[in-house]
T-cell receptor, first 115, second 113 residues
């Protein structure tokens, strides 16, 4: 597609429920990132996928968080048994090559509110 | 390791004032350097980049020069507008396996008429 697409744009859920957030990267981009941005805070790296390599999961905050990327394209971030501290904007980005550098292109984000 | 340190905000300026947001980095080798901008309610957008020492990135009146001797990539604009109100993130990128990007904590800019 023309840009990185994320859905849903907003999700309100109750504490303890599971949620899935979807990211559709730019066609042809082999690398995909998930970040978390809490209110008024910077970016927290969560997970990174590169082609068929094993993902870098070093940023996932707990085992309630998991992500997969099917067919090297669409990715789903799953949060199990959501907690109030999971409330944040979840940003997805994919990388493409531009003018000698790998450049991140971000989606608009999925805002998660856990009540 | 790799890290980015940027000026803490928030920053409030009057329209047409000069803007500087400081950014320094720690990295081995030769990373690429970026400034991203996040307007209210939106995702991050690439503002400008530089890929090697002494390169100057520029876009929309903003500039930043890759200074290897001072490991800095300060963002400047000569005359800010109300529409520049946003959060600005400095970042470095590495061409290596694993997580390649490291972001600063962001600097919030508000421009008042």
């Amino acid at each position: 597609g023309a840009g990185v697409s994320q859905s849903p744009s907003n999700k309100v859920t109750e504490k303890g429920k599971d949620v899935e957030l979807r990211c559709d990267p730019i066609s042809g981009h082999t690398a995909l990132y998930w970040y978390r941005q809490s209110l008024g805070q910077g970016l927290e790296f969560l997970i990174y996928f590169q082609g068929n390599s094993a993902p870098d999961k070093s940023g996932l905050p707990s085992d309630r968080f998991s992500a997969e990327r099917t067919g090297g394209s669409v990715s789903t971030l799953t949060i199990q048994r959501t907690q109030q501290e999971d409330s944040a904007v979840y940003l997805c980005a994919s990388t493409g090559r531009w003018d000698g550098a790998n450049v991140l292109t971000f989606g608009a984000g999925s805002r998660l509110t856990v009540l | 390791g790799n890290s980015v340190t940027q000026m803490e905000g928030p920053v409030t300026l009057s329209e047409e004032a000069f803007l500087t947001i400081n950014c320094t980095y720690t990295a081995t080798g030769y990373p690429s350097l970026f400034w991203y901008v996040q307007y209210p309610g939106e995702g991050l957008q690439l503002l400008l980049k530089a890929t090697k020492a002494d390169d100057k990135g520029s876009n929309k009146g903003f500039e930043a020069t890759y200074r290897k001797e001072t490991t800095s990539f300060h963002l400047e604009k000569g005359s800010v507008q109300v529409s520049d109100s946003a959060v600005y993130f400095c970042a470095l990128g590495r061409s290596e396996t694993g997580n390649q990007f490291y972001f600063g904590t962001g600097t919030s800019l508000t421009v008042i008429p």
